[in-house]
């Protein structure tokens, strides 16, 4: 069975808004999980690592203050969207290991759709 | 982190077809993972590699590891329709080559089986 829970598997929301997503680990205590984004066809961007009890580690080109990430214990981390607008339509995925050199198991995904 | 580069991006196969993909690394990678993801869902990991020149078999899927662990391949062997989706490889998404869950994915190659 799944090891990684996301909610919600899909939404749909209105530019302007903000929309958070849940990501559960379900059988590890997760200090560190890991989000994603991928655009139709393409491939998975990490876009920020998620730390628990601490801030977030965001790559690169990803507006923090847009994509505000919250770990408040080991076993959920959220990723709130905020102000969304069209652009922001996308797959996002959430992850975690299980030590050093871990393959990662992923959440089954959110579609996002801003209109 | 690392950086994968995967080819090819499409592959359109009638199925009985083999099927290969290549991926390929700028610096030596201290291991490298498959995932597959099927259309609509989240990646699911297939495999690691780890050993220079390491090659592991599951039932029609074959996977290499270059000699120089900078490279890789997955080869399917007389493909079905339940092959299609999108395969990754992915690399280690620290420098230091650990990843705690943490990967750099490659493009992808997004395979059609045709009945």
């Known amino acids: 069975g799944a090891v990684v829970s996301q909610h919600p598997s899909w939404v749909i929301c209105k530019s302007g808004t903000s929309v958070k997503i849940e990501c559960r680990s379900l059988?590890?205590?997760?200090?560190?999980m890991f989000w994603y984004r991928q655009f139709p066809k393409q491939s998975l961007m990490l876009m920020a690592t998620?730390?628990?009890?601490?801030?977030?580690?965001?790559e690169q080109g990803v507006e923090k203050d847009k994509f505000l990430i919250n770990h408040a214990s080991l076993t959920l981390s959220t990723l709130t969207v905020t102000s969304a607008h069209p652009e922001d339509s996308s797959f996002y995925i959430c992850?975690?290991?299980?030590?050093?050199?871990?393959?990662?198991?992923f959440g089954q995904g959110t579609r996002l759709t801003v209109v | 982190g690392q950086q994968v580069m995967q080819i090819p991006q499409y592959q359109h196969v009638q199925e009985g077809e083999d099927f290969t993909t290549y991926c390929n690394s700028s610096?030596?990678?201290?291991?490298i993972q498959w995932y597959k993801q099927r259309p609509g869902g989240h990646p699911v990991f297939l495999i690691q590699l780890v050993k220079s020149g390491e090659v592991k078999k599951q039932k029609r899927l074959t996977f290499q590891f270059g000699e120089a662990k900078k490279n890789s391949s997955l080869h399917i062997t007389a493909t079905q329709t339940t092959d299609v989706g999108t395969y990754f490889c992915a690399g280690p998404g620290n420098a230091g080559g650990t990843s705690y869950g943490k990967l750099t994915f490659g493009q992808g190659t997004i395979l059609t089986v045709h009945p």
């Open positions: 992850s975690r290991g299980q030590g050093e050199y871990t393959e990662a198991f």
């Open positions: 059988d590890f205590q997760a200090t560190t």
């Open positions: 610096t030596t990678l201290s291991n």
């Open positions: 998620s730390n628990e009890g601490s801030k977030a580690t965001y």
